[in-house]
């Protein structure tokens, strides 16, 4: 069986006068002259050694020969177009590689994975936990979310988020040695994500940088100090972000209503090239179209900034006494709060 095909546009002119049932019709169409259509269709007949239109009557009428090949035509130049039309529709399928700062990606980013794949059930995400921002440039990775400074070169980025930093404990170890101020830190583990800076600016924001420290616990990010600190193995600083689901649920709570903003921020950054396609961009789009939602419904208590000289007090109350849950929590640290502005007030 030869599997050599007739011309292509004799084809598309037999289609087009067979579906119109007029050359005229056909030629406007195509946008070309009547008589080339007719010299298309003739081109063909010649190819195939066969009638395919019976000469005469208004309306064009196809032979038998005619009307076995036009099913296959029409079918054929349709599967055409459609294809054409898949290739030029944007594809939000296929598979997203993302990197992720790990605190980000264990406490905010996975357990909100199932509300992503609803939206977009055609698209499957590999996750890598990762603060490197060489991954920006690596072929591995499509789009990666970074703690940083930001400024990456050659690479399309944007702020996600900036951050306050307070410290947080599990309810059961407030419970069993309650925190009455800052000074009741060192009879405590502190528990760092990091080098040691950002609690250095915490207790330098609240006039006790020089309070000792007997037991301190170093790990290699701030997911593990914030997973320790819920297992209630000493204070870490939580974030505004990370933190945020542990706060509402009651699984840690906010000591005191002192916070900082942290020196980085999270940033979204991705190769130009990735960027222009469209299953990144709905993931980018997702990413901060959550993140304004759950703002916007689930604010975090406004935490004030430290006043030098003055002893911050904790907001879980005095000694002995049992700790209170996360709204208990919050209306203490609220009303310490007011407290101390109409005390400066009166004082002014």
Not at 26 to 54: C, D, M, P, Y
Not at 217 to 241: C, N, P, V
Not at 335 to 341: D, E, I, L, P, R
Request: charged letters at 20%; aromatic letters at 6%; hydrophobic letters at 40%.
């Amino acid at each position: 069986m030869s599997h050599r095909l007739p011309p292509l546009n004799p084809l598309r002119a037999f289609e087009a006068a067979a579906r119109r049932g007029s050359i005229s019709a056909a030629a406007r169409e195509l946008n070309v002259t009547h008589g080339a259509v007719s010299h298309q269709i003739k081109s063909l007949e010649e190819t195939l050694k066969a009638q395919l239109f019976e000469r005469g009557g208004k309306r064009l009428k196809l032979t038998p020969q005619g009307a076995l090949l036009l099913p296959a035509v029409s079918s054929a130049f349709d599967g055409i177009a459609a294809a054409t039309a898949l290739m030029n529709r944007p594809t939000t399928s296929g598979n997203l590689r993302i990197s992720c700062v790990p605190a980000l990606l264990s406490l905010w980013l996975v357990p909100r994975m199932g509300n992503f794949s609803e939206q977009y059930p055609d698209i499957s995400l590999t996750l890598t936990s990762s603060n490197d921002p060489n991954l920006i440039y690596s072929t591995d990775i499509d789009i990666a979310i970074l703690y940083g400074p930001g400024g990456w070169r050659d690479c399309w980025t944007r702020l996600w988020s900036t951050l306050n930093l307070f410290p947080v404990a599990s309810p059961s170890l407030l419970n069993s040695r309650p925190l009455r101020s800052v000074r009741d830190l060192r009879d405590h583990v502190l528990l760092h994500g990091d080098d040691g800076q950002e609690w250095n600016t915490w207790l330098a924001a609240a006039d006790q940088l020089d309070m000792p420290r007997h037991r301190e616990h170093f790990l290699s990010d701030a997911r593990l100090s914030t997973e320790a600190a819920r297992h209630g193995q000493g204070i870490a600083l939580g974030d505004s972000i990370t933190a945020s689901s542990l706060i509402a649920s009651g699984e840690l709570i906010i000591p005191f209503d002192l916070s900082v903003p942290a020196t980085n921020a999270f940033y979204v950054a991705t190769r130009n090239e990735v960027r222009a396609a469209p299953i990144a961009r709905v993931f980018i789009d997702w990413l901060f179209a959550t993140l304004e939602n759950e703002r916007g419904n689930q604010p975090l208590p406004s935490l004030r900034p430290a006043h030098r000289g003055r002893s911050i007090r904790s907001a879980s109350g005095a000694a002995g006494a049992k700790t209170p849950d996360k709204t208990t929590t919050i209306s203490r640290a609220r009303k310490a709060t007011a407290s101390s502005a109409r005390k400066t007030a009166s004082k002014a």
